[in-house]
């Protein structure tokens, strides 16, 4: 149960997505499933308010590039697909707490599809805490990150004024990173 390649390589796109250009593979309980060249990733799909605690990318960078091609290609269910980054994501030594918490973002993403009355408690366990948890930092990041885009704006205006830009004006950097 881990990856066997010799190691992650990828192209960028453009700002927000990523090419594989090694296969990746992974090595599961009775599958394997490899990830081809030439697939394209974005990492870990976080809220730009949420990046100072899980960066796009890190040491679940590999389990975020197998979820996402999981998902796309609908080799297992979208319950295994989630569990399978879980369990990567222990292999990889993310904690406890960051672990659940991104496995809770995961199920919520896929609309909790495929879970039993059991799996929608376990997920209620973990995720209220987490907006409890996170509701103070997410609500100072946003006001800031909205701050930030009207400061933006100003300086976009004043450029606009003096003809120094001919650039269209900034849009809100609020949803991801």
């Given at each position: 149960?881990?990856?066997?390649?010799?190691?992650?390589v990828?192209?960028?796109l453009?700002?927000?997505?990523?090419?594989?250009v090694?296969?990746?593979?992974?090595?599961?309980?009775?599958?394997e499933?490899?990830?081809?060249?030439?697939?394209?990733?974005?990492?870990?799909?976080?809220?730009?308010?949420?990046?100072?605690?899980?960066?796009?990318?890190?040491?679940?960078?590999?389990?975020a590039?197998?979820?996402?091609?999981?998902?796309?290609?609908?080799?297992?269910?979208?319950?295994?697909?989630?569990?399978?980054f879980?369990?990567?994501?222990?292999?990889?030594?993310?904690?406890?707490?960051?672990?659940?918490?991104?496995?809770?973002?995961?199920?919520?993403?896929?609309?909790?599809?495929?879970?039993?009355?059991g799996?929608?408690?376990?997920?209620?366990?973990?995720?209220?805490?987490?907006?409890?948890?996170?509701?103070?930092p997410?609500?100072?990041?946003?006001?800031?990150?909205?701050?930030?885009?009207?400061?933006?704006?100003?300086?976009?205006?004043?450029?606009?004024?003096?003809?120094?830009?001919?650039?269209?004006?900034?849009?809100?950097?609020?949803?991801?990173?």
């Amino acid at each position: 149960m881990a990856f066997v390649d010799s190691g992650l390589v990828v192209e960028e796109l453009d700002a927000k997505f990523w090419r594989v250009v090694n296969p990746l593979v992974y090595q599961g309980d009775s599958e394997e499933f490899v990830i081809p060249a030439g697939f394209r990733t974005d990492f870990a799909s976080v809220p730009r308010a949420l990046v100072w605690l899980v960066p796009r990318y890190g040491a679940y960078t590999r389990a975020a590039i197998l979820h996402d091609f999981l998902r796309n290609t609908n080799v297992v269910s979208t319950v295994d697909a989630d569990g399978l980054f879980r369990r990567c994501l222990h292999e990889f030594g993310v904690s406890l707490p960051r672990r659940w918490m991104m496995w809770a973002a995961v199920r919520l993403a896929s609309g909790l599809r495929g879970a039993s009355l059991g799996d929608i408690a376990i997920w209620l366990v973990i995720a209220v805490p987490s907006v409890v948890f996170l509701a103070v930092p997410v609500i100072v990041v946003q006001t800031f990150l909205l701050l930030f885009w009207f400061v933006e704006l100003a300086f976009w205006s004043a450029s606009r004024l003096t003809r120094r830009t001919t650039a269209p004006p900034p849009n809100p950097q609020l949803k991801t990173a």
